[in-house]
């Protein structure tokens, strides 16, 4: 993943630089909400943010740095990030390494070798943005005990986000303003999430009804 990442960034670079601001990447198991995030790149720009590299998604804790994006809900990079990363990272930062792990080396590669820090995206209830795995961190109750064998990840990962944001989990946890939700397994599944979120189901449907009570 990470060297098809490399080879992704670097298509964009030669073929797009120019003709687009932001560029997003995902798989194709996440549902992006295009609005939420077009509503959240005009803040950074009312910020003046965008005239400096730009580098955000879900942040989680790691080893080697403070924090990585999690690329299950996808990252966002500004054009100054994108031209930086492929002229003076992606040459010689990690150009050998075969992982899945394409999510930390490209926070590697843009800390490490460019200094260029994730933003925090928190709304401004302390709530997430972007969701992975149908967002684990909303399921994830602190008094409730093991929640399986990724339970100790998951606590850390909890303890991370609420050290900033404040002890909370279920729907306070998730932002009305969510832009990406990762893990939608498949086309049906695709597919009932934008019926929730836009109530396109019509009525008479099992989902329709439900949404319009």
Not at 68 to 96: Q, S
């Amino acid at each position: 993943m990470w060297q098809k990442t490399r080879s992704i960034v670097a298509y964009m670079y030669d073929n797009y630089l120019d003709d687009y601001d932001y560029f997003y990447l995902s798989g194709d198991d996440t549902h992006l909400i295009v609005e939420n995030l077009r509503n959240y790149l005009d803040t950074l720009e009312d910020q003046g943010l965008n005239e400096r590299p730009l580098f955000f998604g879900k942040l989680i804790p790691h080893g080697r740095i403070e924090a990585f994006v999690g690329g299950g809900g996808g990252y966002v990079l500004n054009r100054i990030t994108l031209m930086l990363l492929v002229e003076k990272a992606l040459p010689t930062c990690e150009a050998d390494v075969e992982t899945s792990e394409e999510d930390v080396y490209m926070s590697i590669c843009l800390q490490n070798k460019l200094g260029i820090k994730p933003i925090d995206t928190a709304d401004a209830t302390g709530r997430q943005r972007f969701q992975s795995n149908a967002n684990f961190l909303a399921k994830f109750n602190p008094d409730a005990g093991p929640l399986g064998k990724l339970a100790a990840w998951r606590a850390r990962v909890y303890a991370f986000w609420a050290k900033k944001h404040g002890f909370k989990w279920g729907k306070d946890l998730v932002s009305t303003q969510s832009i990406a939700f990762h893990g939608l397994r498949s086309p049906v599944q695709m597919k009932r999430h934008h019926a929730i979120l836009y109530k396109s189901c019509p009525r008479g449907t099992t989902l329709g009804e439900a949404l319009a009570s």
